[in-house]
């Protein structure tokens, strides 16, 4: 175990490690923080992040003294998201290539899951989401979201499974949801939430922008469904949509008192944190708090122009490419805090969601951070992105 000061983490600090399985080999001795190589399409524009000319910082930064441990774990290529699975010692990582990978987190062994469907991988395509479903501790249901192949390029699915833990096996697939219409390989978001009986997808506006304010597409909305798939009863718009105006959600969770908050990539500039309201305007593309990236301009998000402004927002971006709303007891003083993983910020940011939420603390990771989860003792696990992303675990020092 290596104490690693914030702000202050290095590649040598990080270098080697345990012993690992063969199959997820630790890498190189020495390597360089950045990942060798990341698929071009992958960074575009969640990579640019420029700074937009005159606009303040939206935050004050506390200092940022706290200091937590940082145990890694082998690598994953391409991981994309995981989910500890409950009623078990397991990791169940998704590799957005198209693969979960199962780790059992006594040994350290991972094992390739078997069952999958078939998965276009090109551009931000590819696996992307798992989560337990409700009954999972009983019948092994999992909940997860991949793209497959269209005619016109590439198309969001959520479909449901049973996990045999035991043949390391999807077994019983089935499609219940498709993101229509189909479009290229960029602004997916198809991330999960089961809550209160209702399952919540995040559908992102596929690069097209304006769908994001009509209701007659799933694009650019987070949807309210049935365990089933289908509209959930007494949707605001009677659609499967819960709340629009959403550019590219990578994270959704729930914080201590119910309420759903979505991280969402925005423009050059303009990453938004925000709390769902049933039936709200989120304001994309017609407000960010950044500009096109063709600088062209949006309007800022302001009180009076009928959509709901973030919570917090970040300008230069920060590509989050996840959110998890912690609620353990370890971290003392974090519970139901946001944490956001950035892409292009190589950074971990803490939000308190008090009113109003507020960023205070950011440690700078050296890499770019795809995913985190928390496990059931309240350490939390990071995942990084790129071909050889590293799994790490952060404990308090
Ligand atoms: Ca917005």
């Known amino acids: 175990m290596r104490r690693i000061l ?4 290095s590649a040598v600090l990080l270098s080697g490690c345990t012993s690992e399985p063969a199959e997820v080999p630790p890498p190189t001795e020495g390597a360089t923080v950045s990942p060798a190589t990341v698929d071009p399409e992958l ?3 969640e990579e640019e992040g420029a700074e937009v000319a005159g606009t303040p910082e939206p935050v004050a930064l506390d200092d940022a003294t706290r200091e937590f441990t940082v145990d890694e774990h082998g690598s994953f290529n391409t991981g994309w998201a995981m989910t500890f699975l409950p009623g078990t010692d397991h990791l169940l990582i998704a590799e957005r290539r198209g693969a979960l990978q199962l780790r059992d987190q006594t ?3 991972v094992t390739e899951v078997t069952g999958l469907p078939p998965v276009h991988a090109q551009g931000q395509a590819g696996m992307h989401d798992i989560i337990p479903g409700p009954t999972f501790e009983q019948d092994g249901m999992v909940y997860l979201s991949w793209v497959r192949s269209h005619t016109n390029g590439a198309q969001g699915v959520v479909g449901r499974a049973y996990l045999d ?3 390391h096996q999807l077994t019983g697939l089935q499609e219940i949801w498709e993101q229509t219409p189909a479009a290229g390989n960029g602004h997916l978001s198809l991330r999960l939430l089961i809550d209160d009986g209702h399952l919540y997808v995040t559908s992102g506006d596929r690069q097209e922008m304006t769908p994001a ?16 798939g289908q509209p959930a009863p007494g949707n605001p718009w009677d659609t499967e949509q819960w709340t629009m105006g959403h550019r590219n959600a990578l994270g959704i969770d729930t914080d201590d008192q119910g309420r759903i908050w979505v991280s969402e990539m925005g423009p050059q500039g303009g990453d938004e944190l925000n709390l769902l309201v049933e039936g709200d305007n989120y304001g994309w593309p017609e407000a960010s708090m950044g500009v096109h990236y063709n600088n062209d301009p949006i309007p800022d998000h302001s009180d009076d122009d009928g959509f709901h402004g973030p919570a917090a927002w970040w300008v230069p971006s920060i590509s989050p490419g996840n959110l998890l709303i912690y609620s353990g007891e370890l971290f003392d003083g974090w519970s139901n805090s946001a944490l956001l993983g950035g892409l292009s910020g190589e950074k971990i940011v803490r939000v308190e969601l008090g009113e109003p939420a507020t960023v205070v603390d950011e440690w700078e990771m ?8 928390e496990a059931p003792d309240g350490a939390i696990w990071v995942l990084e992105d790129g071909p050889a992303g590293r799994l790490l675990e952060l404990r308090p020092a």
């Open 366 to 373: 050296g890499a770019r951070i795809r995913a985190l989860a």
């Open 6 to 9: 914030a702000l202050s983490l």
């Open 213 to 228: 304010q009509e209701n007659d597409t799933n694009l650019g909305s987070v949807l309210r469904l049935t365990l089933d």
């Open 43 to 45: 960074v575009e524009e």
């Open 107 to 109: 040994t350290g062994k």
């Open 165 to 167: 833990m035991d043949r």
